[in-house]
């Protein structure tokens, strides 16, 4: 149930998705995690690829979490068609992923000198989910992903 905290966190407006059916998807604990904040986010803070997103802070033990729930991407035709195989090689700044899981996309990327690591899931419906964080590895921003309700996500539509 959304509080007075996160429906004043969540613009008017999320690229035609209801906010109120976005906030649910970011909890107060998600997978052993405890949110910390929920508030919209911009292209200012390196989150919101494709416009505005709710974006949530997250805390576990000593790590911290920035995962946010990007409803401007349009319907996503590399989720639905791609079919390679999976992808792990070094980059000039570190090492990225790319594999499908259950019709979704998931990007993982590990940056050396920030030690910055991320997940990214697209799903097919142009939802994406992405965790953050400089303290948490990869497998810990994986489980904190998937612990999000990702078949709902995907199930998001656009208001007509």
Do not use: Q
């Not at 996503?76 to 390679?84: E, I, K, Q, V, Y």
């Amino acid at each position: 149930m959304a509080t007075d905290r996160t429906r004043a966190a969540a613009p008017a407006r999320l690229a035609g998705v209801d906010p109120a059916r976005i906030v649910p998807l970011l909890p107060e604990r998600l997978g052993g995690w405890s949110r910390t904040s929920l508030e919209p986010a911009s292209r200012d803070d390196g989150i919101a690829e494709h416009g505005p997103t709710l974006r949530a802070e997250y805390e576990r033990d000593r790590a911290t979490a920035t995962l946010s729930s990007d409803a401007a991407a349009s319907r996503s035709t590399l989720a639905t068609d791609w079919n390679g195989p999976p992808v792990d090689r070094a980059t000039d700044t570190g090492r990225e992923a790319f594999y499908k899981k259950d019709g979704r996309i998931f990007r993982e990327t590990f940056e050396t000198a920030s030690h910055e690591s991320s997940v990214t899931c697209t799903m097919a419906s142009g939802i994406v989910v992405v965790a953050i964080s400089r303290s948490a590895d990869i497998e810990a921003l994986r489980a904190l992903v998937n612990a999000v309700d990702l078949d709902r996500a995907g199930a998001l539509r656009r208001r007509r």
